[in-house]
């Protein structure tokens, strides 16, 4: 999702594809290594996170991916729906890693549902198809028996709601 915005908010040129690739590196790829880092020093006995109370590092770790992203974004002049939905994920982060723990919310259903939000209030109605891509990504989850239903429906519910609120926020703001 955050290439596409950056293809389609961004002005051609060598920007786009900076804008792009830190977004990309800072929502996904640092995140990711930070779970095999975490893993690797003994911090996290897998990087599916099962022990709950290890959850709690990771999703602080993430959040500094995040912030360090939406700063070097700001540095370059990201346009605001790229900007705007990197920087989200910073409480995301922190609202998650309160919620760890009581509760295990799934973070792939959370993730999900965010894209679906995102291209609800950025692309409006034609992207109500992505709809198909929660359902079946949190179907996956739940036949792993990774998450109960009630995990599958907390994490959605907030991914959608943080990510649409969020943006639509934003969105009122930079464009009125």
Partial sequence: MLI???????????????VALLAFLFV??????LLFVLKATGHLNDVEMRNQSEREIVYLA?????????????????????????????????VLALINRRWKVSIHAMGLASVFAAALVLFGMP???????????????????????GELVGGATIGFVLTGGGLRLLQILMTG
């Fill in 4 to 18: 596409l915005l950056a293809v389609v908010f961004e002005p051609a040129g060598p920007n786009r594809w900076i």
């Fill in 28 to 33: 996904t790829i640092v995140p990711i290594a």
């Fill in 62 to 94: 993430c959040a500094g991916s995040y912030m360090l992203g939406t700063v070097l974004l700001f540095a370059v002049r990201a346009s605001w729906p790229v900007l705007g939905l990197v920087a989200l994920h910073v409480p995301y982060a922190l």
């Fill in 127 to 149: 992207a109500l198809p992505l709809v198909v891509v929660l359902v079946f990504g949190a179907w996956a989850r739940w036949a792993a028996r990774a998450h109960t239903f």
